[in-house]
C-alpha cells in the first residue's frame, strides 16, 4: 500500500507490484531458455549432416493433386453453478482452404445439468471424443485431420470409464452407444477403413526422436522435444523418416467394478452396459497395440511446411507405407499458409469455431435464466455462478 499525495487517500498497489515482481526475473528467465538451447543450436549443422546421410531427412514435394480435406475438433464447458453443474459439448467440421470444397460441413452438441459430483471432467473429455469420433466417422472426406493423438480418445474413455463415480461410466456408455463410437474407434485405428484419417496433435512433448538420434548417432542432446529438435533441424518442406511408436502396446480401455460401498448400480443392466462398452472400445484399439509390426499401426513423423517456420507432428497409417505418409505431408504442407501457422488451416479454423462453445454456454445460460419460473425462489441457485467476471457479477 502506498499514500498518494495528492489526493491523500490510500490506494492499492498489489497488482503493479506483482507485474513488477514478474518482470525483474525476465533477464534471469531469458539467460536459462538460452543456456538450454545453446547446445542443440550449436549441434545443429552436425546433427543435420548426420542425419542428412542418414537418409533420416525426407523432402516433401509440392502437391500434385487437389483433394478434398476436412478436420474435426471439440470444445466443452463445465459451467460450476452454485446448485449444479452445467456441461455444454460440441464438436464440428472445418475444409481446407487449399484443397476442393465440398461444403460438407456438421456439428454435433450434448448438454446437462447434474448435482455436483465426482469426474464431471472426465464425463465431458469422453462426451467430446465420442462427438468427435462420430463426425469423423461420418465425414466423407479424401484426408480427414483428428485434432490429437490416436491415444487422446483412447485416454479419455478409458478415464472416464474407470471413474470412481458410476454414474460417469454409466454416462459415457450410453454415450458411447448413442454415437455408435466404439465402430468409429475402430475404423480410425484400423490400417485400411482409417488410411484417410491423420491425427495432428499440437501439445506434444515426447522426445522419442531426440533419444533415438542421441542413441544412434551419438549426439548429447539437451531436453528438448521432439518438435524444437525437427523445427532447428529441417529446412520448409522437409520432413523426419518416420519412426513407429514404441509404447503403445500398452493401451487399454477398461472399466471399474462396482466393489467400494456407495458404488453399487441401481441397474445391474447398466452395469452390464459398461463391461460390454468397454470390451467394444478395447478391441477397437488393438491395431495401435500392433504397432511395432511392419505394416501395420501407426507412423509418426514432424513436417515443417513449405511456408513454415515451425514443425507440425503427423500420426498416419502405416500400412502404405512411407510414400502414403510423405503424400499427406505434401497436402499438409500447402495448408500451412503462414510462416508461424503450427497446424493445416481446416485444423485452425476447426479450433477457433470450437472455442465458440464457450459463448454458446453463456448464451444457453441466459435463455435458461428466461424459462425458470419467475415465481420460484430457489431457481437462481441454478443460474448463480461461481467464476468472477471482470465486468461484474457472476450471473
Same mark, same amino acid.
Given at each position: 500500500m502506498r499514500t498518494d499525495? $495528492?489526493?491523500?487517500?490510500? @490506494?492499492? &498497489? *498489489?497488482?503493479?507490484?506483482?507485474?513488477?515482481?514478474?518482470? !525483474?526475473? /525476465?533477464? %534471469?528467465?531469458?539467460?536459462e531458455a538460452e543456456h538450454l538451447l545453446a547446445p542443440v543450436v550449436e549441434q545443429r549443422d552436425r546433427l543435420r549432416l548426420v542425419l542428412g546421410e542418414a537418409e533420416q531427412i525426407v523432402s516433401v514435394p509440392e502437391p500434385a493433386e487437389q483433394v478434398t480435406? $476436412?478436420?474435426?475438433?471439440?470444445?466443452?464447458?463445465?459451467? +460450476?453453478?452454485?446448485?449444479?453443474?452445467?456441461? #455444454?459439448?460440441?464438436? =464440428?467440421?472445418?475444409?481446407?482452404?487449399? &484443397?476442393?470444397? &465440398?461444403?460438407e460441413l456438421h456439428h454435433a452438441t450434448w448438454t446437462r445439468t447434474f448435482a455436483h459430483q465426482l469426474d464431471l471432467d472426465r464425463?465431458?473429455?469422453?462426451?467430446?471424443?465420442? *462427438?468427435?469420433?462420430?463426425?469423423? !466417422?461420418?465425414?466423407?472426406?479424401?484426408?480427414?485431420?483428428?485434432?490429437?493423438? !490416436?491415444?487422446?480418445?483412447v485416454i479419455a474413455l478409458n478415464s472416464a470409464l474407470s471413474s470412481r463415480n458410476p454414474k460417469v461410466r454409466s454416462l459415457t456408455a450410453e454415450i458411447v452407444q448413442e454415437t455408435g463410437a466404439a465402430e468409429a474407434l475402430r475404423s480410425m485405428c484400423d490400417g485400411t477403413a482409417g488410411l484417410c484419417i491423420v491425427g495432428?496433435?499440437?501439445?506434444?512433448?515426447?522426445?522419442?526422436?531426440? +533419444?533415438?538420434?542421441?542413441r544412434d548417432y551419438t549426439f548429447?542432446?539437451?531436453?528438448?522435444?521432439?518438435?524444437? =529438435? /525437427?523445427? *532447428?533441424?529441417?529446412?520448409?518442406?522437409?520432413?523426419?523418416?518416420? %519412426?513407429?511408436?514404441?509404447?503403445w502396446h500398452g493401451l487399454h480401455i477398461q472399466f471399474r467394478k462396482n466393489t467400494e460401498v456407495g458404488e453399487i448400480e441401481g441397474n445391474?443392466?447398466? @452395469?452390464?452396459? #459398461?463391461?460390454?462398452? /468397454? %470390451?467394444?472400445?478395447?478391441?477397437?484399439?488393438?491395431? *495401435?497395440?500392433?504397432?511395432?509390426?511392419a505394416g501395420h499401426g501407426v507412423g509418426i513423423t514432424y513436417l515443417k511446411p513449405h511456408k513454415s517456420n515451425t514443425c507440425i507432428k503427423i500420426e498416419f497409417k502405416a500400412s502404405q507405407g512411407k510414400r502414403h505418409g510423405v503424400w499427406l505431408a505434401s497436402i499438409l504442407s500447402a495448408e500451412a499458409v503462414s510462416p508461424h501457422m503450427q497446424e493445416p488451416y481446416a485444423q485452425f479454423v476447426a479450433d477457433l469455431w470450437?472455442?465458440?462453445?464457450?459463448?454458446?454456454?453463456?448464451?444457453?445460460? $441466459?435463455?435458461?435464466? !428466461?424459462?425458470?419460473?419467475?415465481?420460484?425462489?430457489?431457481?437462481?441457485?441454478? &443460474?448463480?455462478?461461481?467464476?468472477?467476471q471482470t465486468t461484474g457479477g457472476n450471473w
Open positions: 499525495g $495528492a489526493a491523500g487517500e490510500n @490506494q492499492l &498497489t *498489489l497488482p503493479a507490484d506483482m507485474l513488477e515482481s514478474v518482470l !525483474h526475473d /525476465a533477464r %534471469r528467465l531469458a539467460d480435406l $476436412a478436420a474435426v475438433d471439440g470444445g466443452s464447458v463445465i459451467d +460450476q453453478m452454485y446448485a449444479a453443474d452445467r456441461l #455444454v459439448i460440441a464438436a =464440428l467440421v472445418a475444409e481446407g482452404m487449399r &484443397t476442393s470444397r &465440398t461444403g464425463l465431458s473429455d469422453a462426451v467430446m471424443s465420442c *462427438l468427435e469420433l462420430q463426425l469423423l !466417422h461420418g465425414i466423407n472426406y479424401q484426408i480427414k485431420i483428428f485434432d490429437g493423438s !490416436h491415444q487422446t480418445p495432428l496433435p499440437k501439445a506434444d512433448s515426447s522426445t522419442e526422436f531426440c +533419444q533415438k538420434y542421441s548429447n542432446l539437451p531436453p528438448i522435444t521432439d518438435r524444437l =529438435l /525437427a523445427t *532447428l533441424v529441417l529446412e520448409p518442406g522437409e520432413m523426419l523418416l518416420p %519412426r513407429k511408436p514404441e509404447n445391474p443392466a447398466t @452395469q452390464r452396459l #459398461v463391461e460390454m462398452t /468397454a %470390451r467394444e472400445l478395447d478391441a477397437a484399439i488393438e491395431p *495401435l497395440r500392433n504397432c511395432s509390426r470450437a472455442k465458440n462453445v464457450s459463448m454458446a454456454a453463456d448464451a444457453l445460460g $441466459a435463455a435458461i435464466r !428466461h424459462k425458470l419460473s419467475p415465481n420460484s425462489t430457489w431457481a437462481q441457485y441454478l &443460474t448463480l455462478g461461481y467464476r468472477t
